[in-house]
């Protein structure tokens, strides 16, 4: 069974035939290209497109080598369009060609084409696709595969599949594979592609071993506050006397634009600003953190938050961690319409634990709504002083939990 993914097959379609790159962004392996080869494609040949006039070249296969050549690739498609038609045009990795936005950019000039592109590292950071494609771009952020996304194919008793969420995340691979032990293969796979060829390769990092040393201290850390500093510092007592802060800062912005993790902001309520010290880092799939960690530190809290996270965004809010009056609310939720605080708690039926996650939301008397998300299975969403209690199969099983509890 294929994984519709209709919300990025819906954003696609909204942005047909507009005079505007749709650039599709992502760690590796997260199916940017089954989303362009396969569901787009499909949805193009029901809109009554020929399949003589949408263009696919995989330009990580071996036979596309020589098109890595930008005239060749030019040529190459110029040669396909045969008429004053609309041509679409698909480039899957498009960041191996040299100087690949000229190229790109030559395409959308010339060509009377609708072009989409994808790429996986840091050759497609955010900051950079408008100078890169001159105000002509438009990215869409490819996630592995959410709960809710793995568990339209795998079904079985929701908990059940929530566990081997927990402990594998999302990759698409992983519906097909039901070995563990093929499973912790692949994630270690997909993680060393990611570490060598889109981040130690490209930046030269000459010291490996520290930059595996930050990237496990990150993964050990989701959920706690980490500093260059501390990280650097932390290191230097593990035996890596040369590493400083710069390096470590530089190491943490190189795993952000390869897609691995997301750093999160802290942000005063009461003082209504951005906080300079001290941020989170989420990582993309909570599969490959573990396999990173070789499946120790299994912290069940920090899991579920890390997945609450990356499930905030997917579905398009922003997300910062909110500060209190110094008690941390986990996350400061919002779109264009609605403003949410979220606390992140395994359990709450110890009554401590209940206190010290409410705790962080008092004196926040601006309306919004104040929501803690748990895995307790009960029916009771009330609680006391208009709090919201939500579960966490919920949550992730239903797009509107938020707005609805």
């Known amino acids: 069974m294929a994984i519709k993914r209709e919300k990025y097959v819906n954003f696609l379609l909204k942005q047909k035939d507009k005079d505007i790159v749709k650039i599709i962004t992502g760690i590796r392996r997260s199916g940017k290209s089954t989303l ?9 040949i029901h ?29 190459a498609i110029e040669e396909k369009m045969k008429d004053q038609e609309m041509y ?43 100078t890169k494609f001159r105000g002509r771009g438009m990215e869409l952020r490819v996630h592995p595969f959410s709960f809710s996304e793995m568990y339209e194919v795998i079904g ?4 059940q599949a929530f566990n081997q969420y927990m402990l594998y995340g999302g990759m698409p691979y992983l519906v097909q594979e039901d070995d563990p032990l093929e499973k ?24 490996k071993e520290a930059f595996e040393a930050v990237v496990r201290l990150l993964c050990s850390s989701i959920g706690s506050y980490v500093s260059s500093k501390k990280i650097a510092d932390t290191l230097k007592s593990n035996g890596f006397a040369t590493i400083d802060h710069k390096t470590v800062g530089n190491y943490l912005s190189y795993l952000c634009d390869a897609f691995l993790f997301y750093k999160v902001d802290r942000y005063d309520i009461k003082g209504k600003a951005y906080l300079k010290t001290l941020n989170k880092y989420y990582v993309c799939d909570i599969g490959l953190r573990n396999a990173l ?13 890390n997945i609450v996270y990356m499930e905030l965004i997917e579905r398009g809010y922003m997300v910062d961690i909110g500060n209190n009056n110094n008690k941390e609310i986990d ?21 401590e634990t209940k206190e010290r996650e409410l705790g962080s939301f008092r004196n926040l008397d601006d309306g919004y709504k104040k929501i803690l998300i748990t895995m307790d ?4 969403t009330n609680l006391e002083y208009g709090y919201k209690k939500l579960n966490m199969l919920d949550f992730l099983l239903d797009e509107n939990s938020l707005q609805n509890v």
């Open 36 to 44: 362009l080869f396969e569901l787009y494609y499909n949805e193009l």
């Open 47 to 75: 809109l009554g497109v020929t399949e003589s006039h949408i263009i696919k070249i995989a330009l990580d296969n071996i036979k596309n080598e020589a098109l890595l050549e930008p005239h060749k690739l030019y040529q």
């Open 88 to 130: 679409y045009i698909f480039l899957d990795e498009i960041q191996l060609v040299d100087k690949f936005e000229n190229v790109v950019n030559g395409i959308k000039n010339d060509f009377k084409c609708d072009l989409y592109i994808t790429g996986s590292n840091s050759e497609f950071l955010s900051s950079d696709i408008n």
């Open 156 to 159: 079985g008793d929701k908990y």
């Open 184 to 207: 912790d293969r692949y994630l270690r796979m997909v993680a060393e592609v990611v570490e060598i060829n889109d981040i130690i390769d490209r930046h030269n990092i000459r010291n």
């Open 293 to 305: 960690l070789n499946f120790r530190q299994i912290e069940p809290t920090h899991t579920i938050e």
């Open 331 to 351: 996350f400061l939720v919002k779109d264009m319409k609605d403003t949410y605080y979220i606390q992140v708690s395994y359990s709450i039926l110890n009554q």
């Open 377 to 380: 299975n009960d029916p009771f």
